[in-house]
């Protein structure tokens, strides 16, 4: 069965600091990765994908994610946390081996950011 | 531009009630999508359209119907719903149903059912 794993339900840093909200999965095929964030009362964001090439890739808002093929990770990282970053932050692997793969939503992480 | 509008941003309605949930897009997408999230869970899928037919119907209840009339629009129309059908609900799109294309999504509808 195919399923993600966001292990930690809220990750608390201080602005200024650097964040990681971890994501490792189980897909079949090579999945492509993506990663959503959800502001309080709003839709879904798209931030950054992986999908081939470079193992780091950038995103949105000077966020970025590091795809580890052999521990089958995809963890999103910030050098420096702002507060506006708090919200809800969905890993979401998607096959690749099918070309209609559906989205596969992680259980979402909240990132809260303290002054 | 990668905007989705959905229309109306909250809706209330009884159980006896027929409404409908409207989106759009007009970035050429082929694909589009609704989904169903409860708070502080992750989205689920409804169903896909691809070019304009359905793809994807996961196993959604009769008392929703969708419908996309053209290939910007999808309509998600409602009768008979529960108080357990109250929720957000997210449109969404994409070039097309591709794995590897983005799916973009709207700001959502907040529906609640009385």
């Known amino acids: 069965a195919q399923s993600v794993a966001q292990p930690e339900d809220q990750v608390n840093v201080a602005e200024g600091n650097p964040l990681t909200v971890k994501c490792t999965y189980s897909?079949?095929?090579?999945?492509?990765l993506f990663w959503y964030v959800q502001y309080p009362n709003r839709g879904l964001q798209f931030l950054l994908k992986?999908?081939?090439?470079?193992?780091l890739v950038k995103g949105s808002y000077g966020f970025e994610a590091e795809f580890n093929k052999s521990q089958t990770s995809f963890h999103l990282k910030k050098p420096s946390a702002l507060v506006s970053d708090s919200a809800l932050y969905f890993c979401a692997p998607r096959e690749g081996s099918s070309n209609t793969g559906k989205l596969i939503f992680g259980q979402g992480t909240t990132l809260q950011v303290k002054p | 531009d990668t905007e989705v509008t959905q229309t109306p941003k909250h809706l209330v309605m009884g159980m006896t009630n027929k409404k409908s949930l409207k989106c759009e897009q007009h970035?050429?997408?082929?694909?589009m999508y609704w989904y169903k999230q409860k708070a502080k869970k992750p989205p689920e899928l409804m169903f896909v359209?691809?070019?304009?037919?359905?793809?994807i119907n996961e196993s959604v209840p009769s008392r929703f119907s969708p419908e996309c009339p053209n290939s910007s629009l999808l309509n998600l129309h409602l009768h008979a719903l529960q108080p357990e059908d109250s929720a957000l609900y997210l449109c969404?799109?994409?070039?097309?149903?591709?794995?590897?294309?983005?799916?973009?999504f709207g700001e959502g509808s907040w529906l609640t059912v009385v």
């Open positions: 969404a799109s994409s070039r097309s149903e591709a794995s590897g294309n983005t799916i973009y």
């Open positions: 970035m050429g997408h082929r694909a």
């Open positions: 359209y691809s070019y304009e037919k359905l793809s």
């Open positions: 897909v079949s095929g090579n999945p492509y």
């Open positions: 992986y999908i081939t090439g470079d193992n």
